[in-house]
């Protein structure tokens, strides 16, 4: 496939490289289209986002607080903004408030977060430091030969973590832009804690993809496929409990790309979707039957 993209991409003749880039700009046209309706990516005030910031999220076994997987506390070294863990002992977690600073030296100072080689370290009232390895968390133990641990494993229907699951995951900031006039190219840029409302709409998203992920995968909008075990894929298996190739991707990555398929197939933009080349034509077929 990299060899056919090479030769129809890549090497293609001035003429066809105007169609593919009309191609993809009427597909990501479209794409966004139906991302605007769904009314998940703007703030309601002229803002639209631009990165979403998510960390999983644990039961630390020693303090019985949910701490944030953050390997490190820097959101952006060039706009000085940082994530600042705020206890809220009466629910034993943490709210995330993103902050900018005045210097690089604080922003140097958070540099180190909640994981640190492999253990869960935090500390509640800043002064009862409890550390906890993420073996530990997972129920690591070995079987004769085998890893194993108190993961569950996904199931083709899932795409979230369950409530019990012991890795959660969370959203915990949003980069925002905005067009600096009507007429500018240029954007401003914030970034921000999650708010209710961000919730609300991260909720619509997760919602929306519970009700259609059957669907789309039936029409082959998004992968039904079973991991194969090897060497390498095993590691899904044993560190997230992950068992099908969608399981690697969060609701919102899901949304999008399911919408891609949906208009590559439903419209007259098959020369982004369909190979005229043997070999991907058989890859096509094997992936229709398998």
């Known amino acids: 496939m990299l060899t056919w993209g090479g030769f129809n991409i890549v090497g293609a003749n001035a003429e066809k490289r105007i169609e593919i880039d009309t191609a993809q700009k009427k597909l990501a ?17 002229g803002w639209l986002a631009k990165v979403f ?46 902050v ?9 100072k958070a540099k180190i977060g909640t994981l640190q080689d ?4 935090h500390s509640p009232d800043g002064k009862t430091i409890y550390r906890v390895s993420i073996n530990n968390i997972r129920g690591d133990y070995k079987d004769g030969k085998d890893n194993k641990n108190g ?13 019990d699951d012991i890795f959660q995951e969370r959203l915990y900031c949003v980069q925002w832009m905005k067009q600096k006039s009507k007429v500018s190219k240029k954007f401003d840029y914030q970034f921000r804690s999650v708010t209710a409302d961000d919730l609300k709409r991260e909720q619509k ?13 039936e029409n082959g909008f998004i992968a039904d496929m079973v991991i194969e075990k090897g060497v390498e ?34 419209s007259d933009l098959h020369i982004l979707a369909q190979p005229e080349h043997p070999f991907c034509s058989n890859l096509n077929t094997y992936s229709e039957t398998s």
């Open 29 to 45: 046209k479209q794409v966004q289209s139906e991302m605007d309706a769904l009314e998940v990516e703007t703030d309601g005030n």
């Open 53 to 98: 910031l998510y960390c999983l999220e644990i039961e630390c076994p020693e303090s019985g607080w949910k701490v944030p997987l953050l390997p490190s506390l820097i959101i952006s070294k060039g706009y000085k903004m940082v994530a600042r863990l705020i206890p809220v002992p009466t629910e034993k977690r943490y709210d995330i408030e993103i």
């Open 100 to 108: 900018h600073v005045a210097t690089d030296t604080e922003v140097e």
């Open 118 to 121: 492999r253990d869960i370290v």
């Open 151 to 163: 993961l569950r494993l996904w199931e083709k229907s899932d795409f979230i973590p369950r409530p």
């Open 205 to 217: 998203v997760i919602d929306f993809v519970g009700s259609h992920l059957s669907d789309w995968q």
């Open 233 to 266: 894929t095993e590691r899904l298996y044993r560190e997230r409990g992950w068992t099908h190739w969608h399981h690697l991707f969060n609701p919102r990555q899901l949304l999008v790309a399911s919408l891609i398929r949906k208009n590559l197939l439903a």
